[in-house]
């Protein structure tokens, strides 16, 4: 298939692709996602659901991610791409429906955990089975495309063993446990092998779109956290507009603008330079999976976690019942909100150091004070503790985009001449052909 071909029906990407529509469609339904990944926690609030709610998500991931590296290959708004990508859509939001049900089914209805299991199988075999169908006419690339579609294939089986658990074998927390260690081993497979392999029978053939791509899903997660902000399962219209429901609201969205300033105000676009310069192929790969497939997920993670922290704090903070700056937050609330977002600037940390080589000491020292602000936010009502992390984030990300000054202006200023090329590229083929 030549570059910008058709082979019956699939056109190939190509160097200075984007993003498509369909791709932010797929994006839509990790909303809902996300916002059940969430809930399902706050149903239940123990280390378990905690740890259920992980693997939940690294599962969730390894989803988007299979459908990132397809957009990267192949022009999913062309030729029959659609049709199958829409079969994948419907499973990813039938998956997303099911995830309060994926580890102990509830009384009625179908049975929940191989619901998931039957919808996760379903996405990854139609994600496979694409790239099988590109590599069809190379025998070189079928087999690498072969090579790695075996370990989907084990984890996906993984995954339906786990839905299939008899009930007489395991009762109670011991059914919910051996159904995670299932999931535990699925995800060994799959992110595992993707190790191991190093990038084989894949390369990165477009930067931006890879970058745009995980800085679209940042940017989905994000949203999640302004609906955990304010979304209760409770009916939220009768109740009052306050003082502490505003502040609450103010406090949450200086957290998630400055956790969005500390991505994308110029580490996103230093690391797609890096990207962009990383000319040999297997390389570029490597760097791809380490810096975006891997580390974004610790990213992700970070922001769902930190929504789930924020829960319905405006709901609370609304209620007459509840004191005028609310009550001391839970104790896994309040690891889940702090924990979150040190887990998220930890994360750019290792992506600051990996992609553009520099220490983000401002940063390291906000997550040592975020660390030491727990056990004073613990005893404090929840909008204070809010505040007193809203105020530490702030304070480390200002810090480090003071230190960053210089390097922030030149990675800045090449993203901006970048930009208006592309424009007036784009102005000069308009006036010509439109």
């Known amino acids: 298939m030549g570059e910008g071909g058709v082979t019956r029906g699939v056109r190939r990407s190509a160097p200075g692709s984007r993003a498509t529509p369909l791709e932010l469609f797929y994006d839509l339904v990790f909303v809902f996602a996300f916002l059940h990944v969430t809930t399902a926690t706050a149903g239940n609030p123990t280390a378990q659901g905690l740890g259920q709610c992980l693997v939940l998500l690294?599962?969730?991931?390894?989803c988007w991610l299979g459908f990132a590296v397809l957009?990267?290959?192949?022009?999913?708004?062309?030729?029959?791409?659609?049709?199958?990508?829409?079969?994948?859509?419907?499973?990813?939001?039938?998956?997303a429906l099911s995830l309060p049900k994926a580890f102990v089914d509830r009384p009625g209805g179908l049975y929940g955990p191989l619901v998931f299991a039957t919808c996760y199988f379903v996405v990854r075999v139609?994600?496979?089975?694409?790239f099988l169908w590109?590599?069809?006419?190379?025998?070189?690339?079928?087999?690498?495309?072969?090579?790695?579609?075996?370990?989907?294939?084990?984890?996906?089986?993984?995954?339906?063993?786990?839905?299939?658990?008899?009930?007489?074998?395991?009762?109670?927390?011991?059914?919910?446990?051996?159904?995670?260690?299932?999931?535990?081993?699925?995800?060994?497979?799959?992110?595992?092998?993707?190790?191991?392999?190093?990038?084989t029978g894949?390369?990165?053939?477009?930067?931006?779109?890879?970058?745009?791509?995980?800085?679209?899903?940042?940017?989905?997660?994000?949203?999640?956290?302004?609906?955990?902000?304010?979304?209760?399962?409770?009916?939220?219209?009768?109740?009052?507009?306050?003082?502490?429901?505003?502040?609450?609201?103010?406090?949450?969205?200086?957290?998630?603008?400055?956790?969005?300033?500390?991505?994308?105000?110029t580490l996103a676009l230093g690391m797609e330079q890096t990207l962009h310069r990383t000319r040999d192929p297997g390389a570029r790969a490597t760097l791809a999976r380490n810096a975006y497939s891997y580390l974004h997920?610790?990213?992700?993670?970070?922001?769902?976690?930190?929504?789930?922290?924020?829960?319905?704090?405006?709901?609370?903070?609304?209620?007459?019942?509840?004191?005028?700056?609310?009550?001391?937050?839970?104790?896994?609330?309040?690891?889940?909100?702090?924990?979150?977002?040190?887990?998220?600037?930890?994360?750019?940390?290792?992506?600051?150091?990996?992609?553009?080589?520099?220490?983000?000491?401002?940063?390291?020292?906000?997550?040592?004070?975020?660390?030491?602000?727990v056990p004073v936010a613990g005893s404090l009502p929840e909008l204070i503790a809010l505040g007193m992390l809203a105020l530490a984030t702030t304070l480390a990300v200002a810090a480090q985009t003071v230190v960053d000054l210089r390097r922030r202006a030149g990675v800045r200023q090449k993203a901006f001449e970048e930009q208006l090329a592309a424009e007036e590229e784009h102005t000069r083929w308009r006036g010509h052909h439109l």
């Not at 690294?58 to 390894?62: G, N, V």
């Open 134 to 199: 590109i590599g069809r006419r190379n025998r070189d690339v079928r087999r690498r495309w072969q090579l790695l579609a075996l370990p989907a294939l084990l984890a996906t089986a993984l995954i339906v063993i786990a839905g299939l658990l008899p009930q007489r074998l395991f009762d109670g927390t011991a059914e919910s446990v051996a159904r995670l260690l299932c999931w535990i081993a699925a995800l060994g497979v799959e992110y595992g092998v993707g190790l191991a392999l190093r990038g």
């Open 58 to 62: 690294a599962l969730l991931w390894w």
């Open 71 to 95: 957009g990267n290959l192949i022009r999913t708004d062309q030729g029959i791409v659609p049709a199958i990508s829409f079969v994948t859509i419907a499973a990813a939001f039938v998956l």
């Open 202 to 265: 894949w390369t990165v053939l477009s930067a931006g779109h890879w970058a745009e791509r995980h800085g679209q899903i940042v940017l989905v997660a994000l949203g999640e956290t302004i609906i955990a902000l304010g979304f209760s399962p409770s009916e939220t219209v009768g109740l009052p507009l306050t003082w502490p429901v505003l502040f609450a609201a103010v406090l949450g969205v200086a957290v998630v603008a400055a956790m969005w300033w500390a991505y994308f105000d």
């Open 297 to 373: 997920l610790p990213v992700i993670a970070g922001i769902i976690l930190f929504a789930l922290g924020l829960k319905g704090l405006i709901h609370e903070g609304a209620d007459p019942n509840t004191p005028s700056w609310g009550i001391p937050l839970p104790s896994l609330d309040l690891l889940a909100l702090y924990g979150g977002v040190a887990l998220y600037l930890l994360a750019l940390i290792v992506l600051g150091r990996l992609m553009l080589g520099a220490p983000r000491w401002p940063t390291i020292g906000g997550i040592l004070l975020l660390v030491a602000l």
């Open 126 to 130: 139609s994600e496979t089975a694409i």
